[in-house]
């Protein structure tokens, strides 16, 4: 069938995208479902810093590539054994399915599967398929999902089913940044009772990660960022205090619990020196991949420190989507408060401008429903 998405084609174009336009709006050819694989109607795709990091190359991917991935959709076709869905039942993507197989899906969700991480290195499918080309040309998948696009056809495993009466742009959110930041809190950190909880870096992922731990309720939520414009948004969402990290540092504030959502070089390091005496340090930002931290060894062993990386939240996104599903649904999690604005597919390059400045939070493209 003929699809409208939006292809990478060479990463590490320079900004501004709205003028080098590295993302292209082009048509393309999409293959039927094929065994085990779902045709998805897209109706909803957040832009996220992971799309920024394959567009200036800090996350390399096989080129062309139709990029997003953080998606929500509706059933339109099944492919051969798949018997648990239903067409026309509404669906959010998870960009790191489960095998539930292999030895890192019977951790809980606290290692990646390792067949999907493959595959997404590789930008296929789970069973090694692509099924989007232009032409004779292949266009990679963007973490088994590339979801900018008007149509996607995805491995089952990646497919969540959601309550219908879920917007969609709530749906798109969360896949990733409420299932990777909600999911640092829940998961990875696990605050108890009177556990004040920071987090150092407030775009996406982070105020989901602040929005989760004021749902929680358990004790202060410390909202950090360089960029003080973000901090009335973080009270908004729940913040009981906001603090530049220079400011943070300065005033000795500590917490047992800090969440370093940023990715960015040195972040790693402020965030440990951040956390208290036998506390946790949750890393879920992704900085490129020659970045380094320095951590004292010696504080790690005599203060009992805890370092912890969370990819994807630790999440099994079966059992994690459908608990912040009901949590919005319930009044408890205001996911909506994370969406900048809505735009069309033909202003994402000017939404990766807006997002690499950090002018935004979760810019939702909306797709005809």
Known sequence: MDITGAVLRTMGTPGPYARTRPLSIE???LDPPQQDEILV???????????LSVVNGSRPRPMPMLLGHETTGIVQALGPGVEDLKVGQHVTLAFLPRCGKCANCLTGGRLPCTPSSKANQAGTLMNGGIR????????????????FATY?????RSAVPVPEELPSAIAAVLGCAVLTGGGAVLNAADPQDGQDVMVIGLGGVGMSALLT??????????????????????LGMGATDVYTVDEALSKGIKAPIVIEAAGAPGVLDQAFELTDIGGKTITVGFPDPSVRASLPSSVITGEARTVIGSYLGSAVPAQDLPRYARLWLGGKLPV?????????????????????RGQALRQIIEFDS
């Not at 109607?41 to 799309?51: E, F, M, Q, R």
Request: proline share 1%.
């Open 336 to 356: 909506e408060k994370l969406i900048s604005n809505h735009i069309r597919l033909d202003d994402i390059n000017e939404a990766m401008d807006d997002l690499d």
């Open 41 to 51: 109607k897209v109706t909803a795709s957040g832009i996220c810093h992971s799309d």
């Open 132 to 147: 989007i080309h232009k032409g004779p040309e292949r266009i990679y998948h963007h973490v088994g999902v590339s979801g």
């Open 152 to 156: 996607a056809v995805v491995d089952r």
């Open 27 to 29: 048509h393309l050819e």
């Open 213 to 234: 731990a004021a749902a929680l309720g358990r004790g202060r939520v410390i909202g950090v960022d360089r960029n003080k414009d973000k901090f009335n948004d973080a």
